[in-house]
């Protein structure tokens, strides 16, 4: 059983979308939605009775453009608008949040994925076992031996260095090599024209890496893999930078703010009573 102390980082956009969508017609006596708040938190406090982490901190996207749109303009451009019953939600799930005297990290110009790669490493670093709380497949390239990341609430859902090699029959950091051939349709990642996941997995474990890969294009019996290859291989190279997450966001951390200790019941329950939510209240 490990010793040490444990960081729970939870991706707040992912947890709102999912109770959103899971959880119909529930609003306040005002008529205010409050489905994607209501699931959160019922969510938040399963963590905190269940997991009981030693620190926690939750991360959100902020709705500007990213350093990834600037370099590539259709980056998530398949992807619908955020419902506006989803969208005035957002303060209010934050006012829960910090009732709960759970800090909150995001930043402009940077992807939540990237904020919890740098608290993810940097956690790492101060000698925490780290829980990234996410169903992205994304994060699952900063998995190591300290880092793990939790896809759902499934018993199977916990990735480790292991689960991700069983897997995708790679090392974790190689699934940006991956992506960079494969693509990646939820982000509109390009990838290369006819190479899918399987294909991709194939020549990272062959030739090491993308570089490699791209080194060896003569080598790939495939006459059509090997045209694609050299008439996309730097649509290959940009869809690596776009996936790659970015682990030193210039974000400021107190690891105080994120020790779990106690929070103003009273305060907690009067903002459930103004939501309606009687069945959380805490006794």
């Known amino acids: 059983m490990s010793q040490k102390k444990s960081l729970y980082l939870i991706d707040g956009n992912s ?15 005002e008529g205010l939605p409050t489905n994607a708040v209501y699931g959160f938190t019922v969510s938040l406090i399963k963590i905190l009775r ?6 926690i901190g939750i991360v959100f996207d902020l709705p500007e453009p990213t350093f990834r749109h600037k370099e590539f303009a259709s980056y998530k451009a398949n992807r619908s608008k955020t419902p506006d019953e989803l969208i005035i939600q957002f303060p209010i799930l934050k006012e829960v949040i910090r009732a709960f005297n759970i800090p909150i990290f995001e930043l402009g110009g940077y992807e939540a994925d990237d904020i919890l790669a740098t608290i993810a490493k940097e956690g790492e670093e101060k000698g925490f076992d780290v829980f990234v709380m996410s169903p992205d497949k994304d994060l699952l390239q900063i998995v190591t031996d300290n880092i793990r990341v939790i896809r759902s ?17 790679v ?18 990642i390009p990838g290369v024209p006819g190479i899918g996941e ?21 080598k790939i019996p495939s ?7 050299n008439q996309f ?17 210039p974000i400021k951390i107190c690891w105080e703010d994120c020790e779990i200790g106690d929070f103003n019941k009273k ?17």
């Open 267 to 283: 305060q907690v329950n009067m903002l459930f009573a103004e939501l309606n939510f009687n069945k959380l209240i805490l006794t």
């Open 198 to 218: 399987k294909t991709a997995s194939k020549l990272v474990k062959q030739f090491g890496d993308l570089k490699g890969v791209l080194k060896n294009i003569d």
């Open 233 to 249: 291989s730097q649509q290959a190279e940009l869809s690596k930078r776009l996936v790659c997450l970015k682990a030193d966001v």
């Open 50 to 55: 269940m997991k009981k982490p030693d620190y």
């Open 153 to 169: 609430s499934k018993k199977d859902a916990v990735f480790d260095k292991n689960r991700v090699r069983e897997k995708y029959g």
């Open 15 to 29: 947890y709102a979308y999912r109770s959103f969508y899971a959880i119909k017609d529930l609003e306040t006596k």
């Open 223 to 229: 006459e059509k893999i090997r045209k694609n290859l």
């Open 171 to 188: 090392e974790p950091a190689k699934l940006v090599d991956i992506a960079a051939l494969g693509g990646d349709s939820s982000d509109n």
